[in-house]
């Protein structure tokens, strides 16, 4: 009887030595399972990425999985830079190895998905060329430099401006930049997006104005008196603005002969001007005439002069110096 428990409490121990056994063993997987999932990373790389922001993190170029410290770690690992608009920047797994190291996760640890590299642009939108030009267009349009334009041509096109993807509105501030010559001018655009402009682009415009210009009617001979009558006032597009103090020459004289349909420049006409009708030295009749009284006298001229103007004349009988005005007659009347 003794011997029988003996044996049965032998049995019992082996059974609990054999549990005991199993969950060690069992318990020793899983803490060896643990620790390879708290060192070990597992980083997927796509083809291509489109991002937001300029500065790259692993995080946002690929995919990782492992344990949620380690991986919390790895995607805040500086990656690179796209520091200018259309930049692509290619990332391959030696890359990513050695910015892992520097951070303390060795390559040991690490298994690769996916592609060898990754090629990373940054989310970008683009104003065209046409759209900038439409606008300044319209700009000029309605803050002309000068009130007599009438028409512009575009001359020179910006570029397209590509620019990152940003939050908020675009905004666009036109400037208009006169030229040295009055034939082009150019508008300056300058776009900004929350308050910070990122991006200039410019204009150029030839302009063409109206232009009044006087146009011969029929032959017109030298000295004859330019009128409506032999010309006519013509309104033209011109590369420069019409001269300040342009006026229809109605009034003046022809300097030469003119064909019909001559432009009139500056130099073909000239102010009328009435001849000279007394010379210096002149014996000329001084006359004073009132309501019923005629008075003469005999002067000598000091000076030439046309109808109209006043001249100095010395009186013959007095050889006093008197002002005097030529009349059309030749003869003189004191200035009283």
Known sequence: MQIQKHKSAKIVLIGVAMVFAFFYHASAKNVTDDSQENTGLSIYLPREVMVKDADLTLGQVSVIQGSGPLVAKANNIA???????????VIDRTTVLSRLASSGIPSSNVTFKGADETTVQRQQRAVSSQELVVLASSFIENHPPDASIRQWNVIRKPKDL????????????????????????????AVSCGGH???????DFALKYNCRQAVTITPIAKDTVISPENV????????YPEPSDWKPPFGLIAKRPLAANTILQPYMVESYSSPTIVKRNQSVVIRIEMPGLLITATGMTLEDGKTGEHIRVRNADSQRIILARICEDGSVEPVI
């Not at 590509?162 to 655009?189: W, Y």
């Not at 402009?197 to 204009?203: A, F, L, S, Y």
């Not at 006519?232 to 590369?239: A, D, L, M, W, Y």
């Open 197 to 203: 402009q990122i991006g200039i682009r410019n204009v």
């Open 79 to 89: 990656i690179g830079r796209i520091s200018v608009a259309n930049q692509s920047v």
């Open 162 to 189: 590509v620019i990152p993807e940003e939050d908020g509105t675009l905004q666009f501030t036109p400037r208009l930049i006169l030229s040295r010559t009055k034939s082009q001018a150019r508008v300056e655009i």
């Open 232 to 239: 006519k006032i013509e309104v033209e597009q011109s590369n």
